[in-house]
Structure formats: C-alpha cells, structure tokens
C-alpha cells in the first residue's frame, strides 16, 4: 500500500462518514430532506435547498455513463504509469453525478464504451483506511 | 461628464512564450510597465490595482503602489474579462480613476509548482481519479457534446477550429507555434485526452499581459484612441466538473445575454470574436452559448475554414490560446488582441477596419466565464 503514488484524498469533517462507509465498500449520499434530494459531493448544507435539514442515504450504487474520457497523459507520475486510463462522470440512479473511473476493461479505446451504458460501483482499496469508489461496466 | 469607460494601454511583457529565468511576478510587472507605457499614464496615476493569480497586495508592493481599490478575483483565465465588469463598477463608484489589470505567469518555466489545497472538493472527489488538469475535465464536456450530437461531425468543426487558429497564428510574430497546420495533422496528433488530440489543446507558455482601463474624463488626453466598453458581464455555475448543470452549455450563455443586452447590441454588430480557446471544443461550445450559433450547429458556424483569416467570421486573429500563447489564465490576451485590433495595430493579420469586438473568457472546469463588448 505504501508504493501507491496516485493522489490519495483527505476526509474532511462533512465527508468523513462518506469515506468510512466506502472503506467499508458502501457508497453513501448526502440527500436534503426539504426536497428530498440526494446531493454530491457530500456536505451538511444543501445545495438545492440550502436547507440544514440533510441526512446520510445509501446509493444502490448503479448508474449511467454520462461522459467520459480516456487519459493518456498525465502531470501525475503514478497516473501517467496507468495510461491509457478511463476517467467519467457517473449519473446515479439517485440523480447525483460524481466523477470516478471505469475500471476494468482492457487497453481503454473508446469503441469500447458508449455514454447511456450501466454502470456498478466498485471499491479500490487504495490505503489501510481508505477505499475509492470506482466504477464497471453493468452487464445488462 | 460622460460615464463610459475606456481601455487605454495594452501591453504584454517583454518576451513571451519559453521565457527561462523570468517569475511569473516579473511577467506581471513587465506587462504592467508596457501598458501603462502605451498608454501615456505614469504609475503614480494608478489608483486600482486588479489581478488574479497572484494576490493584488504582492503585484502592488512589487510595483511600488498604494491603491485605494484592489481586487484579487481570481475565477481562472477568465478573471481578466471579469476584471473589466470591476473597473467599470470601481470607477463609476468613485473609489478609483484609473485602474491597471494585471497577468503574468510562467506557465512553462516555473521554477515551482502551485499545489491544490487538499481540502477543496476536487482534490478531495475528482483528483483522485487523474482529474487534475484541464484536459481531462473538457475532454469530458467534449464526450458529451459528441454523444448528443454526433461524433464525426464534432471532430471535423474541432479541426476546422485548430487549423484556422494556427493560420491567424502565422500572421503573429508573437505567436509560438507558427508551423502550417493541416486538418491530417491535427487528426495525428496524438492522443492527450480522448476525444482530445495534442492539437485540440492550447499550448503552454510564459506570459504577461496588462491593460490600463479609466473614465472618458481621463481617456480623452492620452495618446492612444480609447476602446470604449459597452458590456460586460461575469458569472458562474459549478467549480468541480461533475457539478456542471450541462456538460455542452456553458455559463457564458447568460454573460453573452447580458453583455449584448448592456451594449443594446446583436450578434450582426460584432465585427471581431476574441473566444478563449483553452481546447478547440471550448470554442465550439462558447460561439453556441453566446447564440453565434444554436447548440448543436457549431459544427456547420465553423465549417469551411469560416474563422480563418480572410473567412467572414474573424475569431481569435491573434492565433489564440492554441497557437499564440497560453501563460495558464489566458484572458488577458483575449483583451490584448481585441485592443489592438479595434486601434488598427495587429500588423499583417489586421481587419478591415473592425468597429467592435466580443471577448468572451472561460475558466475553471468551464466553469466561470466573463463577456465583455468593445468598440471604437
């Protein structure tokens, strides 16, 4: 774990919680209960409503392909060893995107991805506390 | 008195482009000292000091100045068109007569590095997964736009933008790659990010760029013929790319409204379009949000070498942050160049007597834009 040279994320106080759930391979959101809204990234004042009234929610951790792009360079050593890699905005099915990898499909082309395809999460467990969500083709 | 607003002096620094052993404070101070110089202003007229990148207190303790109006804005390589909104509002608000706006980075020669604060979103959700530069966040929009409305065709108005660029480029001294371009060149290209080759992305230079922006009262006396602004208009919707509203519209379609709006203007008056061009499908996307076009038939605005020089939409004649120079926050040179085209000063790739320019600058993730409307 400690050779990992890609850049590793820094919990903050708000998103904590979100990233203990992912180390426990849980994908969680923020969701507002004025509008009942499920937001990202996760904060404790909504964005939609900018109400205080917030709470945790799991995600089914399905969604769509809703852009993406493959990288072949990178300012970033250990990204730039793992060239070409996908990286894409997510749609999940409860209506936030964020943004993660495709993982899993060999030599990344873009022939091989078509923005709308299902997606599942998936967790990379990139340090002893912390796992990224990550995402791969659905079979459908 | 009249309550217009005037750009007065445009400068850039010394030598631009790989300009080893320069700072990118000396690039603003250079800059600072050319455009005051064009414009006939001694520094100890300067009472507003606008700036991004660099805080306005280091710019002014650099240039020896004590401002009773500063502004550090820095919203990404659009704060420089932002800064023209600010000047105009300073000014007219009397707490500053005459404003200096200043740019300068070492984009290629830095001798260090600026890093992220970890504690932002985007080194905290979109860094981790490689997203950490430009071309992977707009290669990403670009993905979207294809989707919707069709790949080949975005591909060919992405070449079009790229290889008409670099003919005005070829008409720029100052421009850094002034190579002839073909359309099988920029399909080449190699892969950066796809769908975007090396040639849909701006370069990577050393740059400053200043101007001087004051009252009319002030402006009538200098040596130079004043550009007037019109309108101008600044926002922005998202920071972090997953929290763009709509990958293929950016903000700039509001600031384009109401910078034509501010200027009783239509699209028909604009005789110049100063678009940044961080990546070709930047323009692409912006000529649509500004209503050039509607979404989706930007392919068919720029197709035919249309922007090209001697083409019947004159965009980018500097050669643009693709061919002519991109410090990093290119806006400033958006402003430049439609100063000097608008005074009749741009040499061999001058217009026919252009009456008035948009500027319309993007930053961020396409996140911020700024518009601004220009004229003699």
């Known amino acids: ?140 | 008195m009249s309550n217009k607003i005037a750009i007065v002096g445009v400068g850039e620094s010394d030598e631009i482009g790989k300009v080893p052993g320069k700072s990118s404070l000396q690039h603003h101070a250079e800059a600072a000292y050319n455009a005051l110089e064009d414009s006939g202003i001694s520094i100890d007229q300067v009472d507003g000091l606008l700036t991004a990148g660099y805080s306005s207190m280091v710019v002014a303790e650099y240039l020896g100045i004590t401002p009773t109006y500063t502004d550090s804005t820095n919203v990404g390589g659009s704060s420089f068109i932002i800064h023209i909104a600010h000047a105009m509002a300073a000014i007219r608000a009397g707490y500053c007569k005459v404003v200096l706006v200043t740019h300068g980075q070492a984009g290629r020669s830095a001798r260090t590095k600026a890093v992220a604060d970890p504690a932002e979103p985007g080194a905290q959700f979109e860094a981790p997964y490689g997203i950490i530069n430009a071309p992977a966040a707009y290669s990403m929009a670009a993905s979207r736009y294809m989707h919707i409305y069709g790949e080949d065709r975005t591909r060919d108005a992405m070449a079009e933008i790229a290889v008409a660029t670099r003919k005005w480029a070829q008409l720029n001294p100052k421009a850094y790659l002034r190579d002839p371009m073909t359309k099988d060149d920029y399909h080449n290209s190699r892969w950066v990010a796809w769908p975007f080759h090396l040639l849909d992305c701006c370069i990577v230079t050393d740059a400053g760029g200043a101007y001087v922006i004051t009252s009319a009262e002030v402006a009538k006396d200098l040596k130079k013929q004043p550009i007037w602004v019109l309108g101008a208009a600044e926002s922005h919707d998202h920071a972090i790319i997953s929290q763009m509203p709509d990958l293929t519209s950016p903000i700039s379609k509001n600031t384009g409204a109401r910078a034509f709006d501010m200027a009783g203007m239509g699209h028909s008056d604009i005789d110049l379009a100063m678009i940044y061009d961080s990546f070709t499908y930047t323009v692409l996307v912006t000529l649509e949000a500004l209503g050039f076009c509607k979404p989706g038939e930007g392919p068919e605005f720029v197709a035919n070498q249309r922007t090209a020089p001697g083409g019947d939409f004159a965009m980018n004649t500097s050669g643009g942050g693709l061919s002519y120079t991109h410090s990093g926050m290119y806006g400033m040179f958006l402003v430049l160049e439609a100063v000097r085209q608008l005074r009749g000063e741009t040499g061999a790739r001058q217009l026919t007597s252009p009456k008035t320019a948009l500027i319309n600058g993007t930053g961020g993730y396409l996140s911020s834009a700024g518009t601004a409307i220009l004229s003699v």
Request: overall charge neutral; glycine content about 4%.
């Open chain 1, 1 to 140: 774990m400690n050779n990992y040279k890609k850049i590793i994320p820094i919990p903050q106080g708000e998103s904590e919680f979100y990233w203990n759930k992912t180390s426990q391979e849980q994908l969680w959101l923020r969701k507002c209960n004025r509008c009942s809204e499920a937001y990202f990234y996760p904060r404790d004042i909504s964005p939609c409503c900018f109400s205080r009234d917030t709470e945790w929610t799991q995600s089914s951790g399905r969604g769509r392909l809703y852009a993406f792009s493959i990288i072949y360079r990178s300012p970033n050593q250990g990204f730039q060893e793992e060239a070409p890699f996908i990286v894409a905005i997510i749609e999940l099915e409860e209506g936030p995107r964020m943004t993660s990898n495709i993982v899993g499909v060999d030599t990344p082309s873009p022939d091989k991805l078509r923005i709308g395809m299902p997606v599942t999460v998936v967790f990379d467990k990139i340090t002893d506390e912390l796992s990224l969500p990550k995402f791969i083709l659905a079979k459908s």
